[in-house]
C-alpha cells in the first residue's frame, strides 16, 4: 500500500495544523522513530506551529478590527 503524503501546511485550517502537531509531538516524545524520520517530524512540527501562530495573529487582527469599528459606531452615536 502506498503512502500519501500529507496535505501542504498552507492549506490546513487551524483546528487541522493544531490536531496534526500534537500527533506530531507525542511522536517525537515516544522517542522510537529514527533520526532521518524525527527531523522530518521536527520540521513538519515547526511549519505546523507556524501556521497556528498566523492563524492566531489573523483572527487576533480581525477582533481588533471589530472592536475598533464597534468603538467608533458607539462614539459617533452620541
Given at each position: ?47 505546523l506551529a507556524n501556521r497556528c501562530e498566523e492563524w492566531l495573529l489573523g483572527a ?19
Amino acid at each position: 500500500m502506498a503512502q500519501t503524503s500529507p496535505p501542504a501546511v498552507s492549506d490546513l485550517s487551524y483546528e487541522q495544523a493544531r490536531d496534526e502537531l500534537v500527533t506530531v509531538v507525542t511522536e517525537l516524545e515516544q522517542g522510537s522513530s529514527t533520526l532521518e524520520r524525527s527531523l522530518a517530524l521536527w520540521e513538519r512540527g515547526e511549519a505546523l506551529a507556524n501556521r497556528c501562530e498566523e492563524w492566531l495573529l489573523g483572527a487576533k487582527e480581525r477582533l481588533e478590527k471589530a472592536r475598533r469599528a464597534t468603538s467608533q459606531s458607539a462614539d459617533g452615536e452620541s
